[in-house]
């Protein structure tokens, strides 16, 4: 698997970047793992959006789902242009169904709901769930194929049940959102200690942090995590690429 990050920012996007996207690709199947504001503008540069297979979000908030729109236009002027293309997948839950009706649009793409309970098989991924804490209905993912492990938190505050979601995977793309001194669980988000305490406990190989804040100094929260967290740690950034 490779995976490369398109967006990191939580909320909103910094000037020229994009909140959350993130591009899984194995045996040629490309899967964009949400699709925030600015991702679609981002994700040219690696690919164009003609060549993505399927879409995956873990929840309806702007910041993860706003350039679906602009996904669908896109491959809409492609067929206009006479680029035939098939239906795009595009797999979210189904608690919300206002949202989740906007993941039809014409022809051009599909909405499927996944299973929480269950696994998704998306090309070569398998993929199985877990509800997060956040004030909308969230789910983290963990995704294997090749016989490698990607597990993605979504947006979460910190719940036990992560530890054995997480465990022994090759990369722990966790969200960060808060400094060690601030508790996020009111917002639904985690701060950096218990990033690095999730990725410590559950033994991952290596914790990629990402939904990163707009303030601060980003490298006190690889300083923080570290204190928890003895493998290596990353900051995500854009056009990052790691190799599974």
């Known amino acids: 698997m490779k995976l490369t990050i398109i967006g990191y920012w939580g909320g909103y996007p910094k000037k020229n970047e994009a909140s959350s996207g ?3 690709e194995h045996d040629g199947f490309q899967l964009l793992i949400d699709c925030g504001s600015g991702v679609l503008s981002k994700l040219q540069n690696i690919i ?7 879409v995956i979000l873990s929840h309806y908030h702007p910041d993860h789902t706003a350039d679906i729109g602009v996904l669908q236009h896109a491959r809409l002027i492609q067929g206009f242009l006479g680029n035939e293309l098939p239906t795009l997948p595009i797999y979210g839950h189904s608690f919300n169904e206002h949202e989740f009706s906007k993941l039809t649009y014409k022809t051009i793409t599909k909405g499927h709901a996944y299973d929480p309970e269950g696994t998704l098989t998306a090309g070569p991924f398998k993929l199985s769930f877990l509800k997060t804490n956040h004030p909308v209905p969230c789910y ?28 022994n995977a090759d990369v722990l793309l966790c969200e960060c959102n808060f400094y060690g001194n601030q508790n996020g669980r009111s917002a639904g988000h985690m701060n950096s200690v218990e990033a690095g305490q999730l990725a410590q406990k559950a033994e991952v190989k290596q914790l990629i942090l990402t939904h990163l804040p707009h303030y601060g100094s ?6 923080e995590a570290s204190v928890q967290y003895s493998g290596i740690i990353k900051l995500a950034e854009e056009f990052q690429s790691i190799s599974l």
Do not use: C, H, N
Request: net charge negative; charged share 25%; no cysteine.
């Open 22 to 24: 993130y591009l899984l």
């Open 48 to 54: 164009q959006p003609q060549e993505l297979d399927a």
């Open 140 to 167: 983290a993912m963990r995704i294997e194929a090749g016989g490698k492990t990607l597990v993605y938190t979504g947006d979460s505050s910190f719940k036990e049940e992560f530890i054995d979601f997480s465990r």
């Open 218 to 223: 980003l490298g006190e929260l690889i300083t």
